[in-house]
């Protein structure tokens, strides 16, 4: 958090390239898996990480000095794989998410990296899980909470290559803090917490302004 403060102070003077809103498209490869103990406090070491796909949709409001707010909608699925008596267990959660980024942005010629961080909430629509050849309805069930939030940190590298369009690149640590095991049945206390490293990458729009477009047709 510290870092990325004094990211956003050293360059906030200098940093003016940007200085108007976009729109962006993104697609994402997540990299998840579960914070995981059981009722006696015991992890799953046969629980690894499984890559999962998702998209979103985000507006940018970039200010002159570099800081930008960045809203953002997204749908992502995450999970994790294991075994249970030698038959794969996989666990598959697909959520819609509501962000609101904050963040910095400098530019250099044609390249602009920039860092952030993003509190969200998250909407679970659909979950399974599957045991061998065997899948569950999560929510049917009540096996899982439908609803998560949590915090991400993210940075990532622009490249502008006309004077509206950008491509880009992004990874980001998502740190789910909501507590997702319902322990339905007495005497359970097992707590699950969502993990993901994420990797995004997409096209931005730059939203040029009427007042923008008069300055330039004076020229």
């Known amino acids: 958090m510290k870092k990325i403060i004094l990211f956003c102070f050293t360059f906030s003077a200098a940093s003016n390239a940007f200085s108007q809103d976009n729109v962006s498209i993104n697609f994402a490869q997540h990299y998840s898996t579960f914070k995981y103990t059981d009722s006696q406090g015991n992890t799953d070491p046969n629980m690894s990480s499984s890559f999962r796909s998702g998209f979103g949709l985000s507006y940018s409001k970039v200010f002159h000095s570099g800081f930008f707010i960045r809203p953002e909608m997204d749908f992502k699925n995450l999970g994790a794989v294991s075994n249970l008596y030698n038959q794969k267990l996989d666990w598959s959660l697909n ?125």
């Open 95 to 219: 959520y819609f998410d509501v962000n609101l980024g904050f963040g910095c942005i400098k530019h250099f010629g044609s390249f602009a990296p920039f860092i952030g961080i993003s509190p969200y909430i998250s909407y679970l629509y659909k979950a399974s899980q599957t045991i061998g050849s065997d899948t569950y309805d999560l929510i049917a069930d009540k096996g899982i909470k439908t609803s998560d939030y949590g915090l991400t940190i993210f940075g990532g590298l622009k490249y502008q290559f006309t004077e509206i369009t950008s491509l880009f690149a992004e990874i980001s640590n998502t740190t789910g803090l909501m507590q997702l095991e319902t322990n339905s049945e007495s005497g359970q206390n097992q707590k699950l917490y969502n993990r993901a490293v994420s990797f995004h990458f997409g096209i931005s729009f730059n939203l040029v302004s009427k007042k923008r477009a008069r300055m330039k047709s004076n020229f």
